[in-house]
Antibody, heavy 123, light 110 residues
Framework: EVQLVESGGGLVQPGRSLRLSCVASGFTFDDYAMYWVRQAPGKGLEWVSGISWNSGNIGYADSVKGRFTISRDNAKNSLYLQMNSLRAEDTALYYC????????????????WGQGTLVTVSS | QSVLTQPPSASGTPGQRVTISCSGSSSNIGSNPVNWYQQLPGTAPKLLIYSNNQRPSGVPDRFSGSKSGTSASLAISGLQSEDEADYYCAAWHDRLNGWVFGGGTKLTVL
C-alpha cells in the first residue's frame, strides 16, 4: 500500500523559512515523479512544485518561484520542500503527491496523496 | 483566480445525474488530457478520473468523464449521499510548464 507522510509544518513568521518533508513507502520511490500541492484554508488546490525521478526535471508555480526549492533523496525515500521568504499567502495545507510517471508530462496524474502538513505564516 | 473554470457549486437528489463542467484554453485542456479529483470533507484529494475518461480501479462506474475542445465534464449518475464532496479538474499547462487546477465544485446531495 502506498503511503506518503508529510511533516515539518507549523507556525512561522513572515520572511522566515521552513522545510517540509514527505516520507514514502509501499512503492519504488525512485521510479516516479513527485509533487507538492497546497490548499489554503477554505480554498482550492494549487500545484506548487514537481520533481522528476532523478531530480533532472524540476518545475515551480510562478507564485513560489525563487523562494521555494524542491528536492528528493531517493536513498531515503524522501521528498522535501525548502520554503524561504514565507508570506501570509503561503498559509496552506501542503500535500505530497505521487505521479504515475517518472517525469512530469501531460499524460501524468497524481495517483496517491499524503494527508498534508499545515503551514501557517503569521506574526 | 484559477486557470481552469468550474462552477462553485452543484446539487442533486439521490438517484439523479449531475454534471460538473471545467473550462480551459488551448494551452491546457485543449491540448492535454484532463484528470478529476474528489475531496471528501476533511480528507486528502483522491484520483477519480484520469486521461479524460478513465476510472482507476475501485472507482464506481457511476462516475464518468468526457472532453471536447477546451472543456471537460464530470458526470455522476445514481447520485448517493456519500458523493457529497469537492470535485477538482486538472490538466497540464503547456506554457506554464506545470499543472493547473479548477477552483473546485462543491457537490451537495439534497
Amino acid at each position: 500500500e502506498v503511503q506518503l507522510v508529510e511533516s515539518g509544518g507549523g507556525l512561522v513568521q513572515p520572511g522566515r523559512s521552513l522545510r517540509l518533508s514527505c516520507v514514502a513507502s509501499g512503492f519504488t520511490f525512485d521510479d516516479y515523479a513527485m509533487y507538492w500541492v497546497r490548499q489554503a484554508p477554505g480554498k482550492g488546490l494549487e500545484w506548487v512544485s514537481g520533481i522528476s525521478w532523478n531530480s533532472g526535471n524540476i518545475g515551480y508555480a510562478d507564485s513560489v518561484k525563487g523562494r521555494f526549492t524542491i528536492s528528493r533523496d531517493n536513498a531515503k525515500n524522501s521528498l522535501y520542500l525548502q520554503m524561504n521568504s514565507l508570506r501570509a499567502e503561503d498559509t496552506a495545507l501542503y500535500y505530497c503527491a505521487k505521479d504515475i510517471r517518472s517525469s512530469s508530462s501531460k499524460h501524468g496524474f497524481f495517483d496517491s496523496w499524503g494527508q498534508g502538513t499545515l503551514v501557517t505564516v503569521s506574526s | 483566480q484559477s486557470v481552469l473554470t468550474q462552477p462553485p457549486s452543484a446539487s442533486g437528489t439521490p438517484g439523479q445525474r449531475v454534471t460538473i463542467s471545467c473550462s480551459g484554453s488551448s494551452s491546457n485542456i485543449g491540448s492535454n488530457p484532463v484528470n478529476w479529483y474528489q475531496q471528501l470533507p476533511g480528507t486528502a484529494p483522491k484520483l477519480l478520473i484520469y486521461s479524460n475518461n478513465q476510472r482507476p480501479s475501485g472507482v464506481p462506474d457511476r462516475f464518468s468523464g468526457s472532453k471536447s475542445g477546451t472543456s471537460a465534464s464530470l458526470a455522476i449518475s445514481g447520485l448517493q449521499s456519500e458523493d457529497e464532496a469537492d470535485y477538482y479538474c486538472a490538466a497540464w499547462h503547456d506554457r506554464l510548464n506545470g499543472w493547473v487546477f479548477g477552483g473546485g465544485t462543491k457537490l451537495t446531495v439534497l
